[in-house]
C-alpha cells in the first residue's frame, strides 16, 4: 500500500457502498490501525453492524479507540462559521481525533461524507475544498481516506462538478 490514498466512489445504491466501505474498514481493523467514521446515522448503524456480522468486535474496537463513529452532519455543522465552511475548524475539531488515532493506532482509515453532503446541499466549491484539505492531509498526515458519494445527488449535467470531485482523489473505486 502506498503511503497514503484518498479513494473516492459514486455508488448508485447503499448495498454498494456498504460492500466497498465494509472492505476498507475491515483491512483497516485487520491492520491494526484506526477507523475513524464520519457518516450519516443510517451509515453508521448499517456499518456497525456489517463489521460485527463479519466477526469484528466491534465492542473492543470502539472502546481502545480503534473505531470511532462520528455523525457528519453535526461534524459539518462545527466547522461553519456564520453558516459558511471554515476549513480552519478542522484544526480545532478533526484534527485532534486523528491526532489521537495516530499516537494509539498503526494507522489510520477515515471515511467520511461530509463532502458528499456538502455536494448534495449544492456547495460544491466547499466540497471541492474540503477533498483539497483531506487530499493534503491523506499525503502529508500518511492517511488513508475514502469519500463515498451517492449517484443520486448529481444532475445529468454534474459531469464537471464529478472530474473536479475524481481529480481530488488517488483513487476512484469502481
Not at 493506532?105 to 448534495?120: C, I, K, N, P
Amino acid at each position: 500500500m502506498a503511503d497514503h490514498e484518498h479513494l473516492v466512489q459514486f455508488y448508485e445504491d447503499d448495498a454498494v457502498f456498504v460492500e466497498s466501505a465494509i472492505r476498507f474498514l475491515s483491512r483497516g481493523l485487520l491492520a491494526g490501525g484506526a477507523c475513524i467514521v464520519v457518516a450519516t446515522p443510517e451509515h453508521r448503524i448499517q456499518l456497525d453492524a456489517e463489521l460485527r456480522a463479519n466477526g469484528f468486535d466491534m465492542d473492543a474496537a470502539i472502546e481502545r479507540r480503534q473505531y470511532v463513529a462520528m455523525d457528519a452532519h453535526s461534524l459539518l455543522a462545527q466547522l461553519r462559521v456564520d453558516g459558511e465552511l471554515d476549513l480552519k475548524k478542522v484544526d480545532e475539531v478533526v484534527w485532534p481525533v486523528i491526532a489521537e488515532a495516530k499516537l494509539r493506532h498503526s494507522r489510520v482509515y477515515a471515511l467520511g461524507e461530509m463532502v458528499a453532503l456538502l455536494a448534495e446541499a449544492g456547495d460544491h466549491e466547499d466540497a471541492i475544498a474540503l477533498e483539497a484539505l483531506w487530499d493534503q492531509s491523506a499525503e502529508h498526515h500518511q492517511l488513508s481516506i475514502f469519500c463515498p458519494y451517492s449517484r443520486r445527488i448529481f444532475r445529468a449535467d454534474d459531469n464537471a462538478l464529478i472530474e473536479r470531485i475524481c481529480d481530488q482523489h488517488s483513487q476512484v473505486v469502481p
